[in-house]
């Protein structure tokens, strides 16, 4: 792997020495080992180093994923928000979890459906097919942050669209059929989860202006437009909670102990956590710490019937797009630690102006062999599209690498990313792209 990675070999093996050795482990990662084709295979062997060196389940040795979104782990995936997914780890392709749902919900069997919904990159395939006839966005900007983002904008011209988002106008509300404004985060209630799986209580502090309203409220609103008033019977944040929390007590989630008023006394606290007496569980899986697990052994992985973790192992393969003469960099994009996003928020505070995010770095020696100057105005190209940006010539990149934000709406990377996803998580691969890069004004490089 030293020819790969770009360092000597010996390194590589110190850092396995001193990971197995340390008294404590811990492996932090972004979305930098998510976002490629084999993103699973990645947090999967980091998983299994953590397994086979026994770097898990103590203080300070853990592996530890911090996700790209505030609450996905409790919002998304724990709610069973994903198309594929029910609340609390059941799916949808499992009868046994749906049946137990339909119990819980109370509804007839066989309501819920056998068959999964559309992950992100297949529903605006569908969108571009025609298959998706209407579509609701909320809390998200799909015509900037989708990889080769100028493919699906068409399909987002010919669908309905209804946009809910707090901010007008975005990329995404120019193919916005209605738009509903939506309230922000010290607008409304509601739990919230941190990746530590800890749930705290956000309280609502001011009123939102004009026809603002909460997530809550537009979603009920549809329903009953809809004629789907019946089915819901919480309406309020704290009886949504408190309909969620009776749910995972069903579940190896089980956290019917945190109650509402229990989240407004506290800062927050982890599940799993049975019930109102107990403190919530720091550390998961390990007997004596987490309720849930049972046994004398180190660990009881209850998950699995046998109690015990799986040791997934995977092969490396070829980038999906390898570099050629054409296309000789790769291309990763990211964040700056100031903006967030799309800069929906953070691009209109007067105080962040001056933290532009229209620069790509460039290693000095690639800077050199393309003629390409620090501050020059440069075309980053793909098979895909191009966009436009300012040379920031740094040895901070490896060579052969160039990096850039997503940030820029005017400055447009994803219209260069490529939209080949993971095939099990489904996250499109924008760190890995083959990529040319020139100076602006020279052959096949016009703006």
């Not at 009776?246 to 509402?260: D, E, M, V």
Request: aromatic letters at 8%; glycine letters at 8%; charged letters at 20%.
């Amino acid at each position: 792997m030293a020819a790969t990675c770009g360092i000597a070999a010996k390194d590589i093996s110190t850092a396995a020495f001193r990971f197995a050795s340390s008294n404590s482990t811990m492996s932090f990662w972004t979305m930098g080992l998510n976002q490629q084709s084999q993103g699973t295979v990645a947090n999967r062997l980091v998983m299994a180093m953590h397994l086979l060196t026994g770097q898990i389940g103590r203080p300070g040795a853990t592996p530890f994923s911090l996700t790209g979104q505030p609450n996905a782990g409790g919002g998304v995936r724990d709610t069973g928000a994903l198309a594929h997914a029910l609340p609390n780890g059941r799916l949808v392709a499992n009868p046994r979890d749906r049946r137990e749902m339909e119990e819980l919900w109370g509804l007839p069997e066989g309501q819920i459906s056998a068959k999964s919904g559309y992950h992100t990159i297949a529903l605006f395939e569908a969108m571009e097919r025609g298959d998706v006839k209407c579509c609701l966005v909320m809390g998200t900007n799909p015509a900037q942050s989708l990889p080769n983002a100028e493919r699906y904008r068409p399909a987002m011209d010919k669908t309905f669209l209804v946009v809910a988002d707090a901010f007008y106008p975005t990329e995404t509300t120019q193919f916005a059929d209605v738009l509903l404004p939506a309230a922000m985060w010290a607008e409304k209630e509601g739990v919230f989860s941190q990746s530590e799986r800890r749930y705290h209580l956000v309280p609502k502090v001011v009123d939102s202006p004009g026809e603002a309203r909460s997530d809550l409220e537009i979603l009920l609103e549809l329903a009953e437009r809809l004629g789907h008033e019946d089915l819901i019977s919480s309406r309020t944040p704290e009886e949504v909670w408190e309909e969620w929390r009776k749910i995972s007590a069903h579940s190896k989630y089980n956290f019917s102990g945190i109650t509402y008023e229990r989240l407004k006394r506290e800062r927050g606290v982890l599940w799993p956590c049975p019930d109102k007496s107990h403190p919530g569980t720091c550390r998961r899986y390990v007997p004596g710490e987490d309720p849930l697990a049972h046994g004398n052994a180190r660990f009881d992985f209850y998950g699995r019937p046998d109690g015990r973790a799986v040791v997934w192992l995977g092969h490396q393969h070829n980038p999906k797009e390898p570099t050629s003469a054409e296309f000789p960099l790769v291309l990763t994009t990211g964040r700056v630690l100031e903006h967030w996003h799309t800069m929906t928020i953070t691009g209109k505070l007067e105080a962040l102006q001056e933290i532009r995010p229209n620069f790509v770095q460039i290693h000095p020696a690639d800077a050199a062999r393309l003629g390409i100057r620090d501050g020059a105005e440069v075309i980053v190209r793909s098979r895909r599209g191009q966009a436009a940006f300012i040379a920031q010539v740094s040895e901070t990149i490896r060579p052969g690498v160039v990096f850039t934000t997503f940030h820029s709406a005017k400055h447009l990377i994803n219209r260069v990313t490529n939209d080949v996803y993971d095939p099990l998580s489904k996250q499109p691969e924008y760190k890995l792209c083959a990529v040319s890069i020139k100076p602006k004004g020279t052959t096949n490089a016009s703006a």
